[in-house]
């Protein structure tokens, strides 16, 4: 049945793109009161237009996607707003390899090429260049990386290393939102949003100028979701949140040669939670609810200056406050980061080298499920990055070497080089290959974490015993050698490919192996303590690939698709003993396929559908008195929205997400099941 509806929508976006061609091939008379679709960013851009797109988050540099040595997508403001997702972790369901689950109402599983969690610590994202993962754990909280997505100019999502030029955790891919320059979000945008789970989005931005030479923008954000329901069970999840934001970006033009910016924003909101806790007492595991709080804000100023045309430097500050009051941990974290680097362009020679240094401090709690020690402490990092495109052949082959050096609190000094060669055997045409080594450094809470996982009384005569995560000080870094090969190509002015395949090989993964009991007295009442330590004695392969085509084949249709293949293969060195170390290999899809279509029809109409297939996943969990792994099922998820849109001042659209069914899983038991949502849209601009 959900096929059957599948196939209606693909139809009917087909037969609509045919209405669209032949609405097209009319010749409107005088009296005709079709108007020609509203222009917007990258909305009308060809083909090629696209693939000329400046990026810069390949090398820190200008750069056409055509000509990077990287599998890259970029998602534009115009994918954003077609698609009709509500969140910036939704917007990255449409990059190719990208692998996204929901966990619950506000917790996601997003990696690139493998080891999907909730707590991946593989994938770097940036905000403007700002380093958004938390320093704790190495991940992302995806629950509050968020702005006016209004204000987005492009999501640059590189999949595969970029370690040699942004460092450390850099591992698998890279994200970098870029919003937009303040002079592109002048006069006043309201946008406001109701939906059947996601209940309220309401932002409003007001953007301004300061003399010739400054403009700027102020904007304010609410969202809020009703809790979804427990997977396999019906029951509340208990996993509702609402969050309110605001911010502000300064461009200042201060001279012929000089720009500066300067942006920040604050936000604070709450979550619900429901955890299983562990305590000495009967029962010994209790379910607790709780309205979790988080706040924090962030401010950047970043000085740009053209020392000539061939010439130009970048030097960039950032504060960064988090905290987060949960049930399991109470975080209060700061970071202070600079950054400069240096662009100059030779005749054969491109060279970009750069210095930064990072100092984040730590004030974490203390309870009997999570205790560091110690419980505040601050890390420093330093870093040197030099990288050289060299010409070859003019126009032709390029060969590009570079290498990030680290220092970090944890395990010291780190290298991660890369070679890249480039060669375009015709003018649309590219293929490039790379090699690379990048890290993925140790986290507070591998190396100062004890963490009470489970408590029992199995006999009436035995005290309590408690299975416990402790640290391990010497744990070392996780290393990653890399190989890709690609392709990009312009077959037609209205058709394009892109493919990767790439072997990454992995060592120093983690696995939790279980040491021999020891009785503790402290805290009473006296208990059987199993200990658990995080070692480093996994390693792994994985390999696969990406491909994605783009076809307009009239100018009021635009169709893309993608499919991405990956297959892990992990290994437990010959001193492990861990039952569920290579669980890993099933928790990312191995199969995963996308299709969108955007229609612009007579009247100002946009109808816009897109279907997602992510492949069951193999072992999310372990059942240990089953002793075996828990499986996810594969879902197909299918949105379409249309809109209306007669002015640039007036934007009005109604959809539907994951329609083909009233709920589903995607990330398993113990996960909320993510249901249907019904949402109307209105944007006006004044």
Not at 131 to 142: D, K
Not at 555 to 562: I, L, Q, T
Not at 621 to 642: H, Q
Request: charged share 25%.
């Amino acid at each position: 049945m959900r096929m059957r509806c599948l196939w209606i929508y693909l139809a009917a976006s087909l037969a609509l793109a045919l209405s669209a061609a032949r609405s097209e091939d009319l010749t409107p008379d005088k009296t005709s009161t079709v108007k020609p679709p509203v222009k917007s960013d990258f909305g009308d851009l060809s083909i090629e237009e696209l693939m000329n797109i400046k990026v810069t988050s390949v090398s820190r540099k200008e750069e056409k996607v055509s000509d990077t040595a990287a599998a890259i997508t970029v998602i534009t403001a115009e994918d954003i707003r077609r698609s009709g997702v509500t969140s910036i972790a939704e917007a990255l369901r449409m990059a190719p390899g990208v692998n996204v689950a929901k966990i619950d109402s506000h917790t996601y599983a997003i990696s690139i090429r493998g080891f999907q969690s909730g707590l991946a610590n593989k994938l770097l994202v940036l905000i403007d260049g700002r380093c958004v993962y938390s320093p704790l754990y190495s991940g992302v909280y995806w629950d509050v990386q968020d702005t006016m997505l209004e204000d987005i100019e492009r999501i640059e999502v590189i999949r595969g290393p970029g370690a040699t030029v942004w460092g450390a955790n850099a591992v698998n891919g890279v994200v970098n939102i870029i919003t937009k320059h303040s002079k592109d979000t002048q006069g006043v945008t309201a946008a406001l949003s109701a939906g059947t789970q996601e209940t309220t989005i309401d932002s409003v931005r007001y953007g301004g100028k300061i003399g010739a030479a400054a403009t700027y923008r102020f904007f304010v954000k609410y969202s809020k979701a009703e809790e979804l329901g427990l997977a396999g069970s019906g029951l509340a999840a208990h996993d509702g949140w609402s969050v309110a934001r605001g911010g502000t970006r300064f461009d200042i033009k201060a001279s012929r040669t000089d720009s500066v910016i300067v942006e920040g924003d604050y936000y604070k909101g709450v979550h619900e939670e429901k955890q299983l806790l562990a305590q000495l007492t009967p029962p010994f595991e209790v379910g607790h609810t709780h309205d979790a709080s988080m706040s924090g804000g962030d401010a950047l100023v970043r000085w740009g200056h053209n020392l000539s045309d061939t010439s130009n430097t970048s030097l960039q500050l950032y504060y960064d406050h988090t905290e987060r009051d949960e049930l399991k941990l109470d975080q209060d974290i700061d970071t202070l980061d600079l950054d400069f680097s240096h662009h100059i362009k030779l005749s054969r020679n491109e060279i970009v080298y750069g210095l930064g240094y990072r100092r984040v401090r730590e004030n974490l709690n203390q309870t009997f499920t999570a205790a560091f020690d110690p419980d505040g402490r601050a890390t420093d990092l330093f870093s040197f990055f030099g990288q050289d495109e060299i010409t070859v052949l003019k126009d032709t082959f390029f060969v590009t070497v570079g290498s990030k050096f680290e220092h970090n609190s944890f395990t010291g000094w780190e290298i991660q080089p890369s070679v890249k060669t480039l060669w375009r055997p015709a003018k649309d045409q590219t293929v490039w290959a790379s090699v690379s080594r990048s890290v993925r450094t140790s986290a507070p809470t591998e190396t100062d974490l004890r963490a009470n996982l489970l408590a029992s009384k199995p006999f009436f005569f035995l005290p309590p015993i408690v299975a416990a995560l402790f640290p391990n000080r010497d744990i070392p870094s996780e290393a990653e050698y890399s190989y890709e090969l690609g392709c990009r190509a312009q077959l037609h002015k209205r058709f394009s490919l892109d493919a990767a395949g790439f072997f990454n090989q992995y060592h120093g993964l983690r696995s939790n192996e279980a040491g021999a009991f020891f009785v503790e007295r402290l805290p009473l009442p006296l208990h059987i303590t199993v200990p658990i330590t995080q070692q480093a004695d996994m390693r792994g392969e994985t390999y696969g690939g990406e491909f994605s085509a783009n076809w307009d084949p009239i100018d009021r249709v635009k169709f893309s698709a993608g499919y991405s293949f990956l297959k892990i293969l992990l290994h437990k060195d010959s001193n492990a003993r861990a039952k569920d170390a290579e669980i890993a290999e099933g928790q990312t899809p191995e199969h995963q396929f996308q299709f969108r279509s955007l229609v612009d029809l007579p009247h100002n109409l946009q109808f816009d559908t897109a279907v997602y297939f992510d492949n069951r996943l193999k072992s999310i969990g372990f059942d240990s008195n089953k002793n075996e792994a828990i499986d996810s099922p594969s879902y197909t998820r299918l949105d379409v929205r249309l809109g209306w849109r007669p002015t640039e001042h007036l934007d009005l659209s109604v959809g539907g997400q994951n329609l083909l069914k009233t709920r589903h899983e995607e990330f398993g038991p113990g996960s909320s099941e993510i249901e249907r949502n019904v949402y109307l849209k209105l944007t006006l601009k004044f």
